[in-house]
């Protein structure tokens, strides 16, 4: 038993806070009734977004379900509740935000270090260069894929991969596109470094 609750009312996600369609959760406010507690551990488990953290309490509070964190209940009445929850809620969303922008910046530096990322390549530079240049002929797929020793669908892989590409350089209006989003992304990097910069730097009047 957790937190005085029955094993079999317990209900668990693998799918990340952020995403409120997650089974468990669903199930758990298809089946609460006027009366019930919901119990859980910390507010990011119910969620990382403060607007749909206020809307599953809003909810909950209108069909009479007390929602209990980490054994203390939520009172929606009481401003420092409240004033608890929306700062935790905060917390939570800042930290999934935070997670999202070292990700990316993580993969970003991989790319630009030439480091693979997710599955790797089922074909070598020079079998994409052979397959590219055996469609130019008007070799058959089937026929690409047997020369080349991989399957069909690797074929089209590397046929849909370099036609988009090729396609990007080819459209103007998409290379501007491209750029404007890479440009987006530059930007938003050195905000981000900006304000980590800032939230690391002593306070000028504390320091004093």
Known sequence: MSLGVEPEFIESDKKTGKNVKRRGLQRVLAEVKKGDRVHITKLDRLGRNLRDLKDIADEL????????????V??????????????LGLFA??????????????LDYKREQGIQIGRKKATTDEQDRGILH?????????????????SESTVNRVLSRHRTEAEVQADPEL???????????????????EATRLAGSPNPDEAA
């Not at 509070?61 to 203390?72: F, K, N, P, T, Y």
């Not at 969303?93 to 993580?106: H, L, V």
């Open 61 to 72: 509070e209108a069909r009479g379900v007390a929602l209990v964190i980490d054994g203390r």
């Open 74 to 87: 939520f009172d929606p009445t009481d401003p420092i509740d409240r004033m608890f929850f929306n700062l």
């Open 93 to 106: 969303e800042f930290e999934r935000d935070m997670i999202a922008a070292r990700t990316k910046d993580q």
């Open 134 to 150: 055996m469609r130019e002929l008007g070799a058959p797929v089937r026929m690409i894929a047997e020369t080349a020793k991989v």
């Open 175 to 193: 290379l501007k596109r491209r750029r404007k989003n890479l440009a987006e992304i530059r930007k938003a990097q050195e905000e981000l470094a």
